[in-house]
């Protein structure tokens, strides 16, 4: 019910994160002017310190989809490709905060025969598709 815009005003955004002491953020907007959005955001010191507003075009949903699905928690591998990536100043700041976002706890070690989730982003010709994998038993 709140009308939170965070490029205009990032007030409320800081004010939560303190409240919940979170570093990262998702926020989902729709709109006519710009359907569909995704802001992924990440926080220094209760300050905002980057956002990216991304479009989402296609979107298939968990429920969707037939096959058995990862436990929570499940750690994913996370896949970039598309040299932009490691070119663009732009997108390597996306892709430093995807890594924050979805690379979930710090583990010692990988047991890799248990390697079950995997996280693909591609840039090409101007968007980013993620793509969500998982290996069948």
Do not use: W
């Not at 959005?37 to 075009?57: A, P, T, Y």
């Amino acid at each position: 019910k709140n009308i939170t815009r965070p490029f205009e005003d990032s007030t409320s955004l800081e004010f939560f994160s303190k409240k919940t002491d979170c570093s990262l953020f998702l926020f989902g907007s729709h709109n006519k002017k710009r359907p569909n959005n995704f802001i992924f955001g990440r926080m220094f010191d209760f300050h905002v310190l980057d956002m990216f507003e991304l479009g989402i075009e296609k979107f298939v949903s968990l429920s969707e989809i037939k096959t058995s699905k990862f436990p929570e928690g499940t750690k994913p591998m996370l896949v970039f490709a598309g040299e932009v990536f490691d070119t663009d100043n732009e997108h390597k700041r996306l892709k430093s905060l995807l890594i924050d976002f979805f690379r979930g706890p710090t583990v010692s070690a990988v047991r890799l025969a248990g390697l079950e989730h995997v996280l693909h982003f591609t840039a090409l010709e101007g968007k980013i598709y993620m793509r969500s994998y998982r290996q069948e038993n």
